[in-house]
Structures are given as structure tokens and as C-alpha cells.
């Protein structure tokens, strides 16, 4: 069968969605086996934000209690892609999944519509994603990374961070940004609940040598020094030390 999503999810998923469906075991405990397709799903997850258009193909079987997504691709090209399996189980989940390639600018601007583009950077990011726990209290860990990340035309260098998200609480063990002898790294937590911050971070040596502002001025510097942030999103208490030569 054929149907679009405008008005079962209006504003958050739209376009064709086409469905094959086999219905097989007993009256009282069917089980469904699912192909879903589409040629074009556009998905918009926060209301002022953007939106990532893109093919989806997905294979489930389902019966009253559980759902097992055997396999699961959004895609926007051929490398960019978000990839995912797993099982909903009376409650309780169990998925994993990759995302490969995707634009740093199109993600903040799915956040974000009226970021302006000209300062956001730029690049593909990967990540390795797990989901456990259940459906009230989910457990997801992402590693991030990236090798081609740059910001008002300066390369950034290579990019990575591990993400953990469990009782309210998203902690971010490390992260780090390497270009050359320069590094920036830290660790950080955010607290969903009560908005509670935390980051503490080091910058040594980073170059700043290729920058150029909206207005073509350039920027050259070198960066040492420190950031730590804590209180909250709302009221934030930052210190910060910071050295920079050829300013």
C-alpha cells in the first residue's frame, strides 16, 4: 500500500511511504512482516529548525510485544547515510547503528534554521551509536569523529569525542580537536533535567592561520590556555585563561 506521512506526523515527517506487509501466526498473536520504502522522506525533528531530505528502506517484523528492525538506511547519497538495527522488546530496547558522512552545517541547521550559514563549520562527521535500557529510561552511548572539519575557512583538524547519556545525564568522558602540534581536549556534562553544566578544557598551541571573517578580514593567532564552565545553561559561571600570540 501507498501513504504519505503529512498527516499522521505533520511537520516532522513528510512525503510517500510505501508498505509490504505479510501477516502470519494466530488470531490472538499475529506477526508482521514489514518492507517500507521510500523515494523521498523529509524530516524535520525540531520545529524552528531545518530539514535532512533523503531514500529510506526498512525491513521489521513485528508481533503485540516486540519489533525487530532487521535493518533500517536513510540515505541522503550513497556515503552519506544513517544506518540502524535492533529490537524493541515489551518495553525494553537494544539498537545499534552508524552514521556516515553527514554535514556539520545541515545538523545545526536541522537544530537551528536561522543559524546563519556563513559561520557555521563545515565538514563530514561520522558516529558509532548503541541503544540500550528502555524506552522511559534509555542508555546511549555515540562515538563521534571527524578528519575534515573547518570553521570561516581555517581547517580544524581532527575531531573526536565519546558520548554517554543515561539518568538524565549526557557526560562526555573527552573530546578532542588536533591540527598538527596544536590540540584542544576536555571533558564536559549536561544535565537534561536540571540544566546543570560542566566543561573543563585546554587549549595547546592551536593555529589559527587560515580564518577569515564574514567580511574577508583575516584572523592569525596561536592559542594556549584554559576553559572551564559550571552552574547552568541558563546561568552559566565561566572562567577563562587564555593566551594568544599574533593577534
Given at each position: 500500500?501507498?501513504?504519505?506521512?503529512?498527516?499522521?506526523?505533520?511537520?516532522?515527517?513528510?512525503?510517500?511511504?510505501?508498505?509490504?506487509?505479510?501477516?502470519?501466526?494466530?488470531?490472538g498473536?499475529?506477526?508482521?512482516?514489514l518492507?517500507i520504502?521510500?523515494?523521498?522522506?523529509?524530516?524535520k525533528?525540531?520545529?524552528?529548525?531545518?530539514?535532512?531530505?533523503?531514500?529510506?528502506?526498512?525491513?521489521?517484523?513485528?508481533s503485540?510485544?516486540?519489533?525487530?528492525?532487521?535493518?533500517?538506511?536513510f540515505?541522503?547519497?550513497?556515503a552519506?547515510?544513517?544506518?540502524?538495527?535492533?529490537?524493541?522488546?515489551?518495553?525494553?530496547?537494544?539498537?545499534?547503528?552508524?552514521l556516515?558522512?553527514?554535514?556539520?552545517?545541515e545538523?545545526?541547521?536541522?537544530?537551528?534554521?536561522?543559524?546563519?550559514?556563513?559561520?557555521?563549520?563545515?565538514?563530514?562527521?561520522?558516529?558509532?551509536?548503541?541503544?540500550?535500557?528502555?524506552?522511559?529510561?534509555?542508555?546511549?552511548?555515540?562515538?563521534?569523529?571527524?578528519?575534515?572539519?573547518?570553521?570561516?575557512?581555517?581547517?580544524?583538524?581532527?575531531?573526536?569525542?565519546?558520548?554517554?547519556?543515561?539518568?538524565d545525564?549526557?557526560?562526555?568522558p573527552?573530546?578532542?580537536?588536533?591540527?598538527?602540534?596544536?590540540?584542544?581536549?576536555?571533558?564536559?556534562?549536561?544535565?537534561?533535567?536540571?540544566?546543570?553544566?560542566?566543561?573543563?578544557?585546554?587549549?595547546?598551541?592551536?593555529?589559527?592561520?587560515?580564518?577569515?571573517?564574514?567580511?574577508?578580514?583575516?584572523?592569525r593567532?596561536?592559542?594556549?590556555?584554559?576553559?572551564q564552565?559550571?552552574?547552568?545553561?541558563?546561568?552559566?559561571?565561566?572562567?577563562?585563561?587564555?593566551?594568544?600570540?599574533?593577534?
Open positions: 500500500a501507498g501513504i504519505r506521512l503529512d498527516s499522521v506526523t505533520p511537520g516532522i515527517v513528510t512525503g510517500p511511504l510505501q508498505i509490504e506487509a505479510s501477516i502470519s501466526g494466530a488470531i498473536s499475529p506477526i508482521a512482516q518492507n520504502a521510500s523515494s523521498r522522506l523529509v524530516v525533528p525540531v520545529a524552528k529548525g531545518g530539514a535532512l531530505a533523503g531514500t529510506l528502506r526498512a525491513e521489521a517484523t513485528a503485540r510485544d516486540r519489533v525487530t528492525v532487521k535493518d533500517l538506511r540515505e541522503q547519497s550513497p552519506s547515510f544513517l544506518h540502524t538495527s535492533g529490537e524493541w522488546n515489551n518495553g525494553s530496547v537494544s539498537f545499534s547503528g552508524e556516515r558522512h553527514a554535514s556539520v552545517k545538523l545545526i541547521q536541522v537544530a537551528e534554521a536561522s543559524a546563519d550559514p556563513a559561520t557555521l563549520p563545515e565538514g563530514p562527521l561520522a558516529a558509532d551509536f548503541k541503544i540500550n535500557g528502555t524506552t522511559s529510561e534509555p542508555v546511549a552511548s555515540v562515538s563521534v569523529r571527524s578528519s575534515g572539519l573547518a570553521l570561516l575557512q581555517q581547517p580544524l583538524g581532527a575531531f573526536g569525542a565519546d558520548l554517554r547519556f543515561e539518568d545525564r549526557l557526560s562526555i573527552q573530546f578532542s580537536l588536533t591540527r598538527g602540534t596544536g590540540s584542544i581536549g576536555g571533558q564536559g556534562t549536561w544535565n537534561s533535567r536540571t540544566g546543570a553544566i560542566s566543561v573543563d578544557a585546554r587549549v595547546k598551541r592551536f593555529a589559527i592561520d587560515e580564518m577569515r571573517l564574514p567580511d574577508n578580514t583575516p584572523v593567532m596561536t592559542l594556549d590556555g584554559s576553559f564552565s559550571g552552574g547552568s545553561v541558563d546561568r552559566p559561571e565561566v572562567k577563562f585563561e587564555v593566551a594568544a600570540d599574533g593577534a
